[in-house]
């Protein structure tokens, strides 16, 4: 089992970012349009990521499947926060303040 431990880190790991590229692919230009709305979702994957990845390691049989997918929904939280802050950040701002 020890040695099996390394390959369930990389399969989490790769799942994430294929996870990552596949929702930029699909919600890509939806971004700047829907900008509250993507925040919105970022901060209640990044609640759900938390809950799986605190979650895994009670349900040893479950563990690559829920550390996969807090993996994956870590990765959608990174990109869709990420996309978003320039949008909020120009709409926040202060008239003229902004470089």
């Keep these: 089992m020890p040695r099996c431990l390394p390959m369930q880190f990389f399969v989490r790991d790769i799942l994430g970012m294929a996870g990552g590229i596949l929702f ?39 563990f690559i499947v829920m550390a996969s997918l807090g993996s994956v929904a870590r990765a959608m939280v990174g990109m869709a926060a990420g996309a978003t802050h320039a949008a909020l950040t120009q709409h926040f701002a202060a008239a003229g303040s902004n470089p």
């Design 24 to 62: 930029a692919y699909a919600a890509g230009g939806n971004f700047d349009s829907n900008a509250k709305q993507w925040r919105l979702f970022a901060d209640v994957m990044n609640d759900v990521a938390m809950a799986l990845d605190l979650a895994s390691p009670l349900i040893p049989g479950a």
